[in-house]
């Protein structure tokens, strides 16, 4: 197959990406289907382009700036495709104290709500939660922090 200059199948890619998502691709499976066809780039920056596409800003960090007393900005929310009745869904990262092993993979605590929350309002969910569910466990964690908060996102009606 003949190169292509470096900015082509980037250009190719991004007017490939919104039908891909409707077509129930993910990331990692279309970017693969790409490199196939000839077309694939650098991973970091397709990833981009997928968020891009999705209407997703990247603000993986940036919450853990968000006074506890705030509601975190309309930037912030993800919104999301789910069949829970409660709007928000907040998602935590647990941190282990010194002295206990981490796991292998992460663990995370997520609240729900219908209304918005502040930071400091759904970390007091999350600490409530754990303290109930697991009394014993309360000593092994020191620290919980926001990593992201989704919205409900609500279907969208078709006029006839």
Do not use: C, H
Request: positive net charge; without cysteine; aromatic residues 10%.
């Amino acid at each position: 197959m003949a190169k292509r200059a470096g900015g082509i199948p980037r250009a190719i890619a991004m007017k490939m990406i919104p039908g891909a998502i409707k077509s129930g691709f993910s990331a990692t499976g279309f970017l693969e289907y790409l490199k196939k066809q000839g077309l694939g780039y650098r991973r970091t920056i397709f990833l981009a382009d997928w968020r891009s596409a999705l209407g997703i800003s990247q603000v993986e960090g940036l919450l853990k700036y968000v006074r506890k007393s705030a509601y975190p900005s309309e930037r912030f929310i993800i919104e999301r495709a789910w069949a829970i009745d409660e709007e928000f869904m907040y998602v935590f990262r647990v941190k282990k104290a010194l002295g206990f092993p981490e796991p292998k993979k992460a663990e995370f605590v997520s609240i729900l709500s219908d209304k918005p929350l502040t930071v400091g309002e759904a970390e007091t969910k999350a600490w409530t939660m754990i303290f109930e569910q697991s009394p014993k466990r309360r000593i092994e964690i020191s620290s919980l922090s926001l990593e992201e908060i989704n919205r409900r996102k609500l279907p969208v009606l078709e006029e006839e």
